[in-house]
């Protein structure tokens, strides 16, 4: 007389665990790919916010000196503008390379943007947004602000490396 038994043999529990196992080292690369894919998406997202800020910041830079707004406090080498209730740094119509420049522009923070931004030790240094989780400098934005040559004003650099995301 035979009795049912409930269960699982050893054999059959082994083969389920290969089969996670090889699941699991196929969809572990594919994992760590997504994580590079969404920092280089947050450069190029940050990179874009860094642009239109600059654009938005002059276009307001330029009303400031048409006379339109009361007081006018951008000038056509220096002073603020304010963008939502923020005055921003400007240096030759452009937000400068500064926390209070750019970065407050853009409205970027440290923190909540889970990005580290460097400063440079002059004016005229390159402020860096690095992204954190990336291998640094391969991913990164840079912003130099903008600068006067032979009389000629020249629009900030702005440049984005994704290539170590």
């Known amino acids: 007389m035979r009795k049912n038994h409930h269960g699982f ?5 082994v083969v389920v665990i290969a089969i996670i196992g090889i699941l699991a080292a196929t969809a572990l690369p594919r994992y760590i790919n997504l ?11 940050i990179y874009g916010a860094v642009r239109s800020a600059s654009a938005l910041a002059r276009a307001n830079c330029m009303v400031d000196l048409a006379g339109l ?8 080498t220096g002073g603020t503008t304010n963008m939502d209730g923020t005055a921003v740094a400007m240096v030759n119509q452009y937000p400068d390379a500064t926390a209070a420049g ?17 400063a440079g030790a002059t004016p ?7 992204i954190n989780g990336g291998t640094s400098p391969n991913c990164r934005i840079s912003y130099t602000a903008a600068t006067v040559t032979g009389g ?4 900030p650099v702005i440049t984005s490396t994704t290539s170590g995301c």
């Open 9 to 13: 043999t050893l054999i059959e529990l």
């Open 35 to 45: 994580q590079t894919q969404a920092r280089a998406a947050k450069a190029q997202a």
């Open 69 to 76: 707004t009361t007081p006018s406090t951008c000038t056509v």
């Open 102 to 118: 750019i970065i407050a522009a853009a409205q970027l923070n440290a923190t909540n943007d889970a990005v580290t931004i460097t």
């Open 124 to 130: 005229t240094d390159p402020i860096v947004i690095d």
């Open 152 to 155: 000629v004003l020249v629009a």
